[in-house]
């Protein structure tokens, strides 16, 4: 399972993420949209630093990109191959 599957996957454990198509789905605000609160925040990326053995920064967690399902991913990403 790649990346996307996997937040896709871990997201809509939590509540369905809303979107008719994939490209509505990463485009989607989930803590607006209602996927996650705060609390699960923390949940989340305890459980992606973990499964994708990535550290996020304190720059990732406060961009604008970590507030889209699409801009986590590419976080995610760019953390697996080393980069900032």
């Keep these: 399972m790649d990346i996307q599957a ?12 809303p979107g008719a198509d994939v490209t509505a ?8 949209a209602g996927v996650i609160d705060s609390v699960g925040i923390v949940t989340m990326i305890t459980e992606f630093e973990d499964q ?3 550290r996020f920064e304190n720059d990732d967690l406060q961009s604008d990109e970590f507030q ?5 991913i590419a976080i995610i990403q760019r953390r697996k191959n080393g980069a900032a």
Excluded: R, W
């Excluded at 996997?6 to 993420?17: D, G, H, I, W």
């Design 52 to 54: 994708f053995g990535i």
């Design 6 to 17: 996997k937040v896709l996957a871990f997201l809509e454990s939590q509540n369905p993420v």
């Design 25 to 32: 789905k990463l485009a989607c605000y989930y803590l607006d």
């Design 68 to 72: 889209t399902i699409g801009g986590l």
